[in-house]
């Protein structure tokens, strides 16, 4: 796609540019930072934000199921290869199993908080054949709440930007729009970390 996620001007000129359709294949990749630019193009005008939120919900859940699946299918052999690429070692991916066994909900929630845990993690859930309608169930529990953060954040701070503008503050507006970016994110992580930190000490 060429998109450097890491600048948030290129991502919402691209998100503006290229519609819906692209937009949700770029949210199945890099779902926070595409959904908080539909957000933030929303509260320009762009786009309609119910279909941004309903399309955030489809690109986390589809790659999520997609996890889910591989894992089944490959069973737990493949699950574990691909967890150690991600750097996991057979003692971590034989806590993760007990805790899928015991807490096979509230693990997929914590999964689902802990981004460099969720590939592997979700797999590891499809391959110990975790009941599919419970976990597509929290899953999409975790992906609404934590698209609403989104959506809200990003819808702030482009209503903010917007008044920008009319305030005759051009000038400034791509430091507002990476002062945004970075407060945003480092709000999402810290209400992320928070979470998962809750979740896994029920």
Not at 20 to 48: D, K, Q, R
Not at 57 to 84: E, N, Q
Not at 112 to 129: H, I, N, Q, S
Request: hydrophobic share 50%; glycine share 10%.
């Amino acid at each position: 796609m060429g998109i450097d996620f890491n600048n948030f001007q290129q991502v919402l000129n691209w998100t503006i540019a290229n519609g819906y359709w692209l937009m949700l294949l770029a949210m199945c990749i890099e779902g926070p930072t595409i959904t908080t630019a539909g957000a933030f193009g929303s509260a320009l005008g762009y786009f309609n934000p119910w279909i941004i939120f309903a399309l955030s919900i489809l690109g986390d859940v589809i790659p999520d199921s997609l996890y889910y699946w591989l894992g089944r299918w490959g069973r737990l052999s493949l699950a574990t290869k691909i967890s150690k690429r991600f750097g996991f070692t057979q003692q971590r991916i034989e806590e993760l199993e007990k805790q899928i066994e015991m807490h096979g909900g509230k693990t997929v929630a914590v999964l689902k908080y802990t981004p460099v845990l969720a590939t592997p993690g979700l797999m590891l859930v499809g391959a110990m054949r975790m009941n599919w309608w419970k976990y597509i169930k929290t899953v999409l529990i975790v992906t609404f709440q934590r698209t609403a953060v989104l959506m809200i954040l990003g819808y702030f701070f482009g209503r903010t930007f917007d008044i920008g503008k009319y305030l005759k503050y051009g000038a400034i507006v791509p430091i507002v729009i990476l002062l945004a970016y970075v407060m945003l994110m480092w709000l999402y992580g810290k209400y992320s970390k928070l979470i998962a930190t809750k979740l896994s000490r029920l």
